[in-house]
T-cell receptor, first 115, second 115 residues
């Protein structure tokens, strides 16, 4: 069964500090991995999409890494801001045959940035 | 939230009533999706449609129905057969980049509460 596990479940950091969120997956055959940011009561917004051959991808202060061998990904946030307070969701895509792909969603990490 | 709109933002329903959630997109995307989000859980796929007049059941389709008469619209009906309908409902559409990679854009969501 395809699974995506995220840690920690929640995290509180001071404004200006860095943090790293983790994502472990058991999805096969792997196609790509995405990170989304979801503000409370809003729809998720895509941060990065990484394919098998990509190890690192950045989007402003967000940097995602992917280790396809160990099936792990991380999302690093640099110089956090109050607006970074949100849930961060890891999503893994797997090929399910006949040209179709299936997404498996993690439960998310809830990040709170405090002044 | 891109070019995807959902209405209403909040919806209250009495037990035994059917309700329809609206989802419209102006991104010219072929594929559209409905997800359900519950506290502490990952998004779960209800239904998806890859082309007009065609749709497929997701992981939790029981008690829900959809239609796809126009490319821009993918309404979801929550029927009285859905035992626990109170949740946050998210609509998404996607564009394929090729090689199994697609990017999903989410709407702002509808929070349904059964009284």
């Amino acid at each position: 069964k395809n699974q995506v596990e995220q840690s920690p479940q929640s995290l509180i950091i001071l404004e200006g500090k860095n943090c790293t969120l983790q994502c472990n997956y058991t999805v096969s055959p792997f196609s790509n991995l995405r990170w989304y940011k979801q503000d409370t009561g809003r729809g998720p917004v895509s941060l990065t999409i990484m394919t098998f051959s990509e190890n690192t991808k950045s989007n402003g202060r967000y940097t995602a890494t992917l280790d396809a061998d160990t099936k792990q990904s991380s999302l690093h946030i640099t110089a956090s801001q109050l607006s970074d307070s949100a849930s961060y969701i890891c999503v893994v895509s797997a090929y399910s045959g006949a040209g179709s792909y299936q997404l498996t969603f993690g439960k998310g990490t809830k990040l709170s940035v405090i002044p | 939230d891109g070019g995807i709109t959902q209405s209403p933002k909040y919806l209250f329903r009495k037990e035994g009533q059917n309700v329809t959630l609206s989802c419209e997109q102006n991104l010219n995307h072929d594929a559209m999706y409905w997800y359900r989000q519950d506290p502490g859980q990952g998004l779960r796929l209800i239904y998806y449609s890859q082309i007009v007049n065609d749709f497929q059941k997701g992981d939790i389709a029981e008690g829900y129905s959809v239609s796809r008469e126009k490319k821009e619209s993918f309404p979801l009906t929550v029927t009285s057969a859905q035992k626990n309908p109170t949740a946050f409902y998210l609509c998404a559409s996607s564009i394929f980049w090729g090689l199994g990679v697609d990017e999903q854009f989410f709407g702002p969501g509808t929070r349904l509460t059964v009284l």
